[in-house]
């Protein structure tokens, strides 16, 4: 057994992407010795802070506002205060209104970029959290007693030592990878091209998501009178259409979304992003752990992959205790409270990224995931739109708020 002082961290957070972030926030205050490790420079912001718009759910809304987090955003999440979902080709749409559920929204949406920043003002509160920013890991070496990792910053290469290494570094995890964990993985051949857009009508708080043939387009409400814009396009045609001026792309998305939002008038730059799913076999390793992107990388499209990632990094904090944060049996206890919301997750954004992406998906079977029936028969929508809100499985403390 090692002595205490073998150990330069209780926890050491390998990933300072909006989990990890998250993560240290939570962890604050609870008497461990927690770093973390990010590989990009501050103001440069990490990887995943960029212009994409996350549809965050009224549970991450609640965490956000619980860790102080949500009162540092530059703007307020726009609300997202009903759903209207349509399939080209099938007649009417189905519209869900956060007010048949008691609620006044399902979420509300920010940007990923402002959401950094924000996470990054309340980082530099948390006393005692020792960050290694710029500084990359280069090399784990996992270890029953505690894995070591080596870390190329500032200061030079070094060894550190922890007692339980939480792996927050994304979709192509090293410790995930060094722990000999593997991952099933699946390419939707489609790239997404992600937007801010104007049309001549403001939202109203609005979220439409639109299936076609072609993948998936969907509006989210922002705050300034604009919409961000999602729009999935097959892998081989994205360079072409990411090419587009901005006057031919507003036609592009006009034609695939349709009218329901009004006219197109203004779009903004474009970035693409490839649509794959990797999910890890397993969550934990001896003193290792894995959360966010690291664990699991969804389809956007049901707008679930951060939601996710929170709840991994709340229901982690909760269930660390002791002197020894990486017991096995706290990380054998995380696991087992991750698998229902993890499963379930997954099994939704899958399934509605493949059935849309499908010509030859029939329309039954969006019916049969519940979509077509929820504006109709009440009740049938409280177990999707439960979860859709991040109120699914075990629901972290935090996340409740006057849930
Ligand atoms: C277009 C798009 C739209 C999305 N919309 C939504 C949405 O509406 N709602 C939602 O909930 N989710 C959404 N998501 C998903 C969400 O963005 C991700 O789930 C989330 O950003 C994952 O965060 P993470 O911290 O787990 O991983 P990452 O953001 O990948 O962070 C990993 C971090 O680890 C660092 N790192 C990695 N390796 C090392 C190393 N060896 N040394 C040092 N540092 C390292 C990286 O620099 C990076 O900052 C969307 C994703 C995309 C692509």
Aim: aromatic content about 4%.
């Amino acid at each position: 057994m090692a002595h205490q002082d073998d150990f330069d961290h209780d926890i050491l957070i390998l990933g300072g992407g909006l989990v990890g972030s998250a993560l240290a926030c939570a962890l604050h205050g609870r008497g461990w010795r927690v770093s973390q490790v990010e590989a990009s420079l501050p103001q440069d912001g990490a990887p995943g802070f960029d212009e994409r718009k996350l549809a965050l759910a009224l549970a991450s809304l609640n965490a956000l506002q619980a860790l102080d987090v949500l009162p540092r955003l530059a703007t307020p999440p726009a609300p997202i205060r009903r759903v209207q979902v349509s399939r080209v080709g099938d007649f009417g749409s189905v519209r869900l209104e956060a007010s048949d559920h008691g609620r006044e929204q399902f979420g509300g949406v920010v940007l990923a970029r402002e959401l950094g920043q924000a996470l990054e003002s309340r980082l530099r509160d948390c006393d005692g959290l020792v960050r290694h920013r710029p500084a990359r890991v280069t090399a784990v070496h996992p270890g029953a007693e505690g894995p070591e990792v080596q870390l190329d910053g500032e200061a030079g290469a070094r060894r550190l030592r922890t007692r339980l290494l939480v792996a927050a570094d994304g979709t192509r995890s090293l410790v995930r990878a060094a722990h000999g964990i593997g991952v099933r993985e699946h390419d939707y051949g489609q790239t997404l091209l992600v937007c801010s857009l104007a049309t001549d009508q403001a939202p109203d708080g609005t979220a439409y998501e639109r299936f076609s043939a072609q993948g998936p387009v969907a509006l989210l409400p922002m705050a300034g009178g604009h919409y961000g814009a999602i729009c999935a396009v097959a892998r081989e045609e994205a360079a072409q259409v990411l090419a587009l001026s901005d006057a031919d792309y507003a036609a592009y998305f006009q034609q695939r979304f349709g009218w329901r939002a009004g006219r197109v008038r203004r779009v903004g730059a474009r970035s693409g992003y490839p649509l794959v799913q990797v999910v890890a076999e397993r969550l934990t390793a001896p003193r290792c752990v894995l959360v966010g992107n690291a664990a699991q990388t969804l389809h956007p499209i049901g707008a679930q992959g951060f939601n996710l990632g929170l709840r991994d990094a709340l229901t982690l904090a909760e269930t660390l205790s002791g002197a020894d944060p990486g017991q096995p049996a706290l990380l054998a206890a995380y696991a087992q409270a991750r698998s229902e919301d993890r499963a379930q997750t997954l099994a939704f954004s899958d399934g509605l990224a493949r059935a849309t992406a499908n010509a030859s998906f029939p329309m039954h079977v969006l019916r049969s995931m519940g979509l077509l029936a929820l504006g109709q028969v009440p009740g049938l929508a409280d177990p999707l739109v439960a979860g859709a809100m991040g109120f699914r499985g075990r629901v972290p403390a935090l996340s409740r708020g006057g849930a």
